[in-house]
């Protein structure tokens, strides 16, 4: 199984930060990376897939890179709304697996 | 609106089974992939497996493939899983969702159905 690694764990923030969360693959995945975003109480909100793709909606100060093993998802100008966990998702190969969580707070 | 309301959650002993639904609605059912995953109390989101359009593939996570049975009605537009021999490992919250394209990632998700396995 390809096994992902986030970091951090957790993070905190100001509004208006920018924010980096990092995933890294056990093995190369090809870019087949997703990220979601799960608030308290909620299920899991998609955000963008093949590591840099936005979907339809999630406002641009969302963004992805990355390739290989090595993938990040990055937050420019933090609004309150994005206190929330956020996974990442490889689609590589089965099983496809998620990593930990980086569970977003703001100051 | 796509909408996806599974249902048939709850209490089960342990060594029982259960079988909860997911009910779809707002798109075309038929054309797409769907998976199960699941949360338990906690912690991060496990991939459980996905089936495609006609029923034809269906994989799932090795450590469950023994337990779990995913299946579908296009008629209904509903998802299944059965799940059997529980265990307290097994106590979590079991989302279904719709596949983005065929290409794995979960593009819309229910609500989740909470399955508690305990005596």
């Known amino acids: 199984d390809i096994h992902m690694t986030q970091n951090p764990v957790s993070l905190s923030a100001f509004i208006g930060d920018k924010v980096t969360i990092t995933c890294r693959a056990s093995?190369?995945?090809?870019?087949?990376l997703g990220w979601y975003q799960q608030k308290q109480g909620q299920s899991p909100k998609f955000l963008m897939y093949y590591a840099s793709n936005l979907l339809s909606g999630v406002p641009s100060r969302f963004s992805g890179s990355g390739s290989g093993t090595e993938y990040s998802l990055t937050i420019t100008g933090i609004q309150p709304e994005d206190a929330a966990t956020y996974f990442c998702?490889?689609?590589?190969?089965?099983?496809?697996?998620f990593g930990a969580g980086t569970k977003l707070e703001l100051k | 609106e796509v909408k996806l309301v599974e249902s048939g959650g709850g209490l089960v002993q342990p060594g029982r089974s259960l079988k909860v639904s997911c009910a779809a609605s707002?798109?075309?059912?038929?054309?797409?992939?769907m998976g199960w995953v699941r949360q338990a109390p906690g912690k991060g989101l496990e991939w459980i497996g996905e089936?495609?359009?006609?029923?034809?593939?269906?994989n799932y996570i090795p450590s469950l493939k023994d337990k779990f049975t995913i299946s579908r009605d296009n008629a209904q537009n509903t998802l299944y899983l059965q799940m059997s021999k529980l265990g307290s490992e097994d106590t979590a919250i079991y989302y279904c969702?719709?596949?983005?394209?065929?290409?794995?990632?979960?593009?819309?998700w229910g609500q989740g159905v909470m399955v508690t396995v305990s005596s």
């Open positions: 969702a719709r596949e983005h394209s065929g290409y794995g990632f979960f593009d819309y």
């Open positions: 998702q490889q689609c590589y190969s089965y099983p496809y697996t």
């Open positions: 707002g798109f075309s059912f038929n054309d797409y992939w």
């Open positions: 093995q190369d995945i090809s870019r087949y």
């Open positions: 089936i495609n359009q006609d029923s034809s593939t269906i």
